[in-house]
């Protein structure tokens, strides 16, 4: 008994939305017909005068609202995931260049096809629904199942955005995340330097300023001054390097990923240390790859070891097909998760720009694993 209370009713709301759905088909339909057969075939008339292209752009432009309004329909009446496209920006600008980008757009012109369509089935949906309304009620849930699958399929045959689109969408999404941690890598860049190398430089040259001038009233004072500032030169050196490190290792350039990560496994302050596994054949995949992949195990170990209370962890990388596979696990109290404007929904980005996955698992007591995918794209001349 309990689970038929549970179980949706066959006349509830998603049926009256269906219903309300197929009733609208008909004078929508209607209004797009008479939009679309009135401007599009005057204007494919009038191509060859002035007014004609400007006004089958327009009746195109008038097509496409009508694919919007279906759209939205098709999401709140007949549970579809059928996305928006991008917005229609002219190469160039002026009436001209309007023209140009409404002509040219291939969803402008599905859109006024749909119109045409969608009169006929509206007529059809409208009377069958009326009729199901009247004397059909046995078999009105299963009728207009039907018919909101034929109304879904239409839209999402003629009118989604297409994979391309689609594409576009999210290589823009993913430039604007890469832009975004681009310019907060330089920020952090500009900070460090400022607080680190540059005020200990600045202290250098006050301390070898004081000693210059001791040099003759005191030797033994300005040679023990140039002696601390020979130590500020070595921390300062180190810095430097810490500081190039963090924007492209050396060793990762030169030697790969194996050589860059045990270097990261070793700075590590884990207690038990970390175990490095780098499985590759003796390829490399593409640089900025590699680059992704190499900050990614350096970030995922730094927070192992400053925020996880770890004492192990383990790194394994290796090839699979065009694929390049990484494993950062650790055996600290987990509860680790991708927030919006965290250090790993940073990381989770970066993977993405290249269209790689970031998986992480981390229940309340641990252990937490970080599984990345990314393209491997082999270098010219390595493959």
Request: contains cysteine.
């Amino acid at each position: 008994m309990e689970d038929e209370a549970k179980r949706p009713s066959l006349y509830g709301a998603q049926l009256w939305r269906q219903v309300r759905h197929e009733l609208l088909n008909f004078p929508i339909g209607l209004a797009g017909f008479v939009v679309t057969v009135v401007t599009v075939t005057t204007g494919l008339g009038l191509a060859v005068t002035v007014i004609g292209l400007p006004l089958l752009a327009f009746g195109l432009s008038a097509c496409r609202q009508f694919g919007w309004l279906a759209r939205a329909r098709a999401r709140a009446d007949l549970g579809s995931a059928i996305g928006e496209p991008p917005a229609l920006v002219p190469a160039r600008a002026g009436l001209a260049g309007r023209v140009v980008a409404g002509l040219s757009n291939g969803l402008s012109w599905r859109s006024a096809l749909y119109c045409v369509a969608l009169f006929p089935w509206g007529v059809l949906s409208f009377a069958l629904t009326l009729v199901l309304l009247v004397v059909g009620w046995p078999v009105l849930p299963w009728a207009m199942r039907a018919m909101a699958l034929v109304s879904r399929l239409l839209v999402e045959g003629l009118l989604s955005p297409g994979a391309l689109a689609e594409r576009v969408r999210e290589l823009e999404d993913d430039r604007g995340a890469v832009v975004d941690t681009a310019a907060a890598d330089l920020r952090r860049i500009e900070r460090d330097l400022h607080d680190g190398a540059q005020a200990r430089l600045v202290a250098l040259a006050m301390d070898l300023g004081l000693a210059k001038e001791k040099l003759t009233e005191d030797p033994a004072a300005a040679a023990h001054m140039v002696d601390a500032a020979h130590g500020e030169v070595k921390l300062a050196l180190q810095e430097l390097r810490d500081l190039a490190r963090g924007i492209h290792p050396a060793v990762l350039t030169d030697r790969g990923l194996d050589a860059a990560l045990s270097s990261v496994a070793a700075r590590c302050t884990l207690p038990g240390g970390v175990k490095v596994h780098v499985e590759l054949g003796g390829e490399r995949p593409d640089s900025a790859v590699e680059g992704i992949a190499y900050f990614t195990v350096s970030e995922l170990l730094t927070n192992a070891s400053k925020h996880s209370g770890a004492r192990t962890a383990s790194v394994e990388v290796w090839r699979q097909d065009d694929r390049l596979m990484l494993m950062v696990q650790d055996d600290g109290r987990g509860g680790a998760q991708v927030r919006p404007g965290g250090g790993l929904a940073g990381l989770a980005e970066r993977a993405e720009s290249v269209d790689g996955v970031f998986v992480v698992e981390s229940p309340a007591g641990g252990p937490t694993s970080v599984a990345v995918e990314l393209p491997w794209r082999t270098r010219a001349g390595r493959s």
